[in-house]
């Protein structure tokens, strides 16, 4: 296994290394976001599923961390895709069955100069008419005034107590339990609608989601051409999401996950604090959010730049398993089918290479293969990594049906850890994940991440001559 001695990691090589892919960064798209049209016609969409009644909706309350920092704020992902409106602090309503210019409602923090000195800009009730088409706006303190009235004579309301938090009550939200018992009416969630709509993207969803995918795909090929022994994990995460910043991404949509060595085979290890050593092999599972849409590309790389035949071979089998399970997916097909195939590939790896014994149907049949591929193959993906939307529809009726405009992962894996019983110590520690991002067609498939190099021969052609040689022209 060649090790590249002579190469040093630093601020300096980084900022020389970035160098490199500043030129996709200058196009300052970083305002390019969603049509303005999109949410209205979520709105409509949601509105022309309800059967009367009014819906309900609150933004994601502002979460304490600790003295008086907090989390960093992000809209609740149902909010968003119903109003488009980031703020905390608001509640919209949609009225399906009350007069034009009357339907959809926003209630908001009001403009208040000494709060926006502190935490800046708000809409406002004048910026939630002008600039998110609330046919209303009022003031969030109004809510308790105004929303009994738009309860009066409603037989249904669909309001999501399944997202409730402490801090986030009003005297109305809490009400609506006894004005339901007092009126008979009946309070539904939001989910049902709102999920089966998500699961479903639009041509401009379709849009902002192959962006946080191209930002993605970006920055797994810089942290390819930058991965060199000792560098630790923790700048590989960096080195990433800088990436991300400076594409104009502003956020990651779940923590990125960079696990070498043995923690390459920790599905969702976070730590990522670990110095990287030559013969390691690391996992990287990162997403860059745009517009609210998440990426969720994983690449598995060897930290020297070159696969060991062990690392090799278990690479290629997961690679096999996920090109035999995206060339499953049309629409007609299943996820439940993308999934065994992936494990049928694998299954038939690990017995190739001595790691299973017996057949493939005997392996599948006793569970034996989930030693190495315990985690599901899919999971929907768009404005949450772990996008909403139903696996069977309807429940207990079986797998759901693929359509075009479905976009989810396709990310089969084998993990060996170290001091696994039984198995040859020369597997121990080899942990492959290779995930891509897949929309169904009306014909097929396409892979909206393929732009990351997957191949053993291309990982190992962006990978030869990364780093930066000891002595870097203006670097000490
Ligand atoms: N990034 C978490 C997952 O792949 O599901
Ligand atoms: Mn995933
Ligand atoms: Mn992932």
């Given at each position: 296994?060649?090790?590249?001695?002579?190469?040093?990691?630093?601020?300096?090589?980084?900022?020389?290394?970035?160098?490199?892919?500043?030129?996709?960064?200058?196009?300052?798209?970083?305002?390019?976001?969603?049509?303005?049209?999109?949410?209205?016609?979520?709105?409509?969409?949601?509105?022309?599923?309800?059967?009367?009644?009014?819906?309900?909706?609150?933004?994601?309350?502002?979460?304490?961390?600790?003295?008086?920092?907090?989390?960093?704020?992000?809209?609740?992902?149902?909010?968003?895709?119903?109003?488009?409106?980031?703020?905390?602090?608001?509640?919209?309503?949609?009225?399906?069955?009350?007069?034009?210019?009357?339907?959809f409602?926003?209630?908001?923090?009001?403009?208040?100069?000494?709060?926006?000195?502190?935490?800046?800009?708000?809409?406002?009730?004048?910026?939630a008419?002008?600039?998110?088409?609330?046919?209303?706006?009022?003031?969030?303190?109004?809510?308790?005034?105004v929303?009994?009235?738009?309860?009066?004579?409603?037989?249904?309301?669909?309001?999501?107590?399944s997202?409730?938090?402490?801090?986030?009550?009003?005297?109305?939200?809490?009400?609506?339990?006894?004005w339901a018992?007092?009126?008979?009416?009946?309070?539904?969630?939001?989910?049902?609608?709102?999920?089966?709509?998500?699961?479903?993207?639009?041509?401009?969803?379709?849009?902002?989601?192959?962006?946080?995918?191209?930002?993605?795909?970006?920055?797994?090929?810089?942290?390819?051409?930058?991965?060199?022994?000792?560098?630790?994990?923790?700048?590989?995460?960096?080195?990433?999401?800088?990436?991300?910043?400076?594409?104009?991404?502003p956020?990651?949509?779940?923590?990125?996950?960079?696990?070498?060595?043995?923690?390459?085979?920790?599905?969702?290890?976070?730590?990522?604090?670990?110095?990287?050593?030559?013969?390691?092999?690391?996992?990287?599972?990162?997403?860059?959010?745009?517009?609210?849409?998440?990426?969720?590309?994983?690449?598995?790389?060897?930290?020297?730049?070159?696969?060991?035949?062990?690392?090799?071979?278990?690479?290629?089998?997961?690679?096999?398993?996920?090109t035999?399970?995206?060339?499953i997916v049309?629409?007609?097909?299943?996820?439940?089918?993308?999934?065994?195939?992936?494990?049928?590939?694998v299954?038939?790896?690990?017995?190739?290479?001595?790691?299973?014994?017996?057949?493939?149907?005997?392996?599948?049949?006793?569970?034996?293969?989930?030693?190495?591929?315990?985690?599901?193959?899919?999971?929907?993906?768009?404005?949450?990594?772990?996008?909403?939307?139903?696996?069977e529809?309807?429940?207990?009726?079986?797998?759901?049906?693929?359509?075009?405009?479905?976009?989810?992962?396709i990310?089969?894996?084998?993990?060996?850890?170290?001091?696994?019983?039984?198995?040859?110590?020369?597997?121990?520690?080899?942990?492959?994940?290779?995930?891509?991002?897949?929309?169904?067609?009306?014909?097929?498939?396409?892979?909206?991440?393929?732009?990351?190099?997957?191949?053993?021969?291309?990982?190992?052609?962006?990978?030869?001559?990364?780093?930066?040689?000891?002595?870097?022209?203006?670097?000490?």
């Amino acid at each position: 296994m060649a090790v590249r001695n002579g190469w040093i990691v630093n601020a300096g090589a980084v900022a020389v290394l970035l160098l490199a892919i500043a030129p996709a960064a200058a196009q300052n798209r970083s305002h390019a976001g969603p049509p303005d049209e999109l949410f209205a016609k979520h709105r409509q969409a949601f509105m022309e599923r309800m059967e009367g009644g009014i819906a309900i909706f609150r933004a994601q309350p502002e979460i304490p961390r600790n003295g008086d920092a907090g989390y960093p704020y992000r809209q609740d992902s149902d909010f968003y895709y119903v109003t488009g409106f980031t703020e905390p602090g608001a509640v919209a309503v949609l009225r399906p069955g009350a007069p034009e210019g009357e339907r959809f409602v926003l209630f908001v923090r009001p403009h208040d100069v000494a709060a926006e000195i502190w935490t800046g800009h708000r809409a406002g009730v004048e910026g939630a008419l002008e600039n998110y088409e609330a046919d209303r706006a009022y003031g969030i303190d109004s809510l308790d005034l105004v929303i009994p009235r738009y309860l009066q004579g409603v037989d249904r309301l669909y309001f999501d107590f399944s997202k409730d938090h402490p801090w986030a009550h009003t005297e109305a939200l809490q009400g609506f339990r006894a004005w339901a018992d007092t009126t008979g009416a009946q309070i539904l969630g939001t989910d049902a609608i709102v999920n089966e709509l998500r699961l479903i993207k639009g041509p401009e969803e379709i849009a902002l989601l192959q962006e946080a995918i191209d930002i993605t795909v970006d920055a797994q090929r810089a942290a390819m051409a930058a991965i060199v022994p000792g560098m630790f994990e923790y700048e590989v995460e960096a080195l990433i999401e800088y990436v991300f910043r400076k594409r104009g991404s502003p956020r990651v949509g779940f923590n990125s996950i960079i696990g070498s060595g043995p923690n390459a085979t920790i599905l969702h290890y976070e730590e990522n604090d670990r110095r990287m050593e030559a013969d390691d092999m690391v996992v990287m599972d990162i997403g860059a959010e745009w517009a609210y849409y998440t990426a969720d590309v994983t690449r598995t790389v060897p930290v020297d730049g070159e696969f060991s035949p062990q690392e090799a071979a278990i690479y290629q089998i997961v690679l096999d398993a996920q090109t035999a399970a995206m060339d499953i997916v049309r629409p007609g097909a299943t996820i439940r089918e993308i999934h065994v195939e992936a494990v049928e590939v694998v299954t038939e790896g690990l017995i190739r290479e001595g790691l299973l014994e017996g057949t493939v149907r005997e392996n599948i049949e006793s569970g034996a293969y989930r030693r190495f591929f315990m985690h599901a193959t899919s999971h929907w993906l768009g404005l949450d990594v772990h996008d909403v939307g139903p696996y069977e529809a309807p429940p207990g009726a079986g797998p759901r049906i693929l359509e075009p405009g479905m976009v989810f992962t396709i990310e089969p894996g084998v993990y060996i850890a170290e001091g696994m019983e039984g198995v040859d110590p020369k597997w121990w520690g080899i942990g492959v994940r290779i995930e891509d991002d897949v929309l169904v067609t009306e014909s097929g498939y396409r892979n909206l991440s393929a732009g990351a190099p997957r191949e053993i021969e291309a990982i190992e052609a962006i990978m030869v001559g990364r780093g930066v040689p000891e002595v870097v022209p203006g670097s000490e």
